[in-house]
């Protein structure tokens, strides 16, 4: 019989400065727990991060219970919470959405409302924006991770996003994710 694996969340927002994720990495370490899942990123003058930790229940409570000093040490507001492994969809074909086009307010908002009335999960996303090369117009680019529903027809999902990209200007492709 297999011991049930035990996970926890962590986020953690603060000034940017070099060696937040060695230091965190290393009390995570340190307590016996094992990072499985991250995303980590700048945003402003901020970094942003997101952990998947995995460890035996008691070395997550000690790592939980390290929490406020790791916030004064580091710097960070720091959100811990208690999580199951991630169950896998037999039933979800994995897509990659890429859009780009002049940046304006509600891109996201948009994409977000085409998938939730299909009943489609977004399961990760990244945006940024960005000049043009040669203009310097402002452009804005979403990169998602889709599971579709294996009883869609992806032809005509396909040609649903396409009309629903063109009506509003945004350049975009819906690809299967490969590998």
């Known amino acids: 019989m297999t011991t049930p694996k035990n996970f926890l969340v962590i986020s953690a927002l603060g000034k940017d400065q070099p060696g937040i994720v060695k230091n965190l990495s290393k009390k995570i370490l340190d307590e016996g727990c094992n990072i499985t899942d991250s995303r980590m990123t700048v945003l402003g003058g901020e970094f942003a991060i997101l952990l998947l930790i995995e460890g035996p229940w008691n070395t997550l409570a000690k790592l939980e219970s390290a929490v406020p000093e790791l916030q004064q040490d580091l710097g960070l507001t720091i959100i811990c919470k208690r999580t199951e492994g991630r169950v896998q969809s037999s039933n979800q074909l994995p897509y990659l959405v890429e859009v780009v086009s002049m940046d304006h307010p509600g891109i996201v908002n948009k994409l977000a409302e085409f998938f939730s009335e299909r ?5 990760d996303m990244t945006t ?4 043009a090369a040669h203009t310097g117009t402002p452009m804005f680019s979403v990169h998602l991770s889709v599971g579709i529903p294996s009883d869609r027809q992806i032809a005509v999902l396909r040609e649903e996003f396409m009309d629903y990209c063109d009506a509003l200007n945004l350049d975009a492709v819906i690809e299967p994710i490969k590998g």
């Open 119 to 123: 009943q489609i999960n977004i399961e």
């Open 128 to 131: 940024s924006s960005y000049s």
